[in-house]
């Protein structure tokens, strides 16, 4: 059970193109899933938690314009990098958490962007 | 302040025991939980503590004293396959997760 699913799980594009990623909890509801990013040897880096319903919240230092999050129903979390640029080349991460309180997170299997 | 301190980095040997330690510092606590990260993948659930004493999950056993604020993973019979990344997590009092940074476990042959 608790099987989180992230697609695409490879992304490669021009620099200035719009990228979605989905996140999908397959066997649970989820109110709140996360965005995580992580450079290569770096440790996971907590970019906004997403609430169903409602805005998500960003992280200090993360652009809530550039990191469009959308968390339409309680299995459903989406991630639009806006206008993206080499530097925004990372692994990103999403992870789902059941609803009771004292559940761990569920990872997907990660997206690979590359921006050229 | 939150703070999460775990070993950047252990050496073990194939078939031996490691023990991997975390202390924690948070606002509230609802538990600790650890991860495993191989290279280039997402994390994976290993385990929970939310009381006190040791939690045995075949190989692999976690201990947590609230007290202390401190945890630790314990890998017993290490394979190759248990190379990776070991990261610590602690749960505040908004349900939160605050990530150690990791410790990478590389096991010699």
């Known amino acids: 059970g608790a099987v989180v699913s992230q697609h695409p799980s490879w992304v490669i594009c021009k620099s200035g193109t719009s990228v979605k990623i989905e996140c999908r909890s397959l066997d649970f509801q989820a109110t709140t899933m996360f965005w995580y990013r992580q450079f290569p040897k770096q440790s996971l880096m907590l970019m906004a938690t997403?609430?169903?319903?409602?805005?998500?919240?960003?992280e200090q230092g993360v652009e809530k314009d550039k990191f469009l999050i959308n968390h339409a129903s309680l299995t459903l979390s989406t991630l639009t990098v806006t206008s993206a640029h080499p530097e925004d080349s990372s692994f990103y991460i999403c992870s789902a958490k059941e609803v009771a309180e004292y559940q761990p997170q569920h990872f997907g299997d990660g997206t690979r962007l590359s921006i050229l | 302040g939150q703070n999460i301190d775990q070993p950047t980095e252990m050496t073990a040997t194939e078939g031996a025991i490691v023990q991997i330690n975390c202390t924690y510092q948070t606002s509230g606590f609802n538990g600790l939980f650890w991860y495993q990260q191989h290279a280039g993948e997402a994390p994976t659930f290993l385990s929970y503590n939310v009381l006190d004493g040791l939690e045995e999950k075949g190989r692999f056993s976690s201990f947590l004293s609230r007290s202390k604020g401190y945890s630790y993973l314990l890998l017993k019979e290490l394979q190759m396959k248990d190379s990776a990344s070991y990261l610590c997590a602690s749960m505040d009092s908004n349900y939160q997760l605050i990530w150690g940074a990791g410790t990478k476990l590389i096991i010699k042959p």
């Open positions: 997403s609430n169903e319903g409602s805005k998500a919240t960003y």
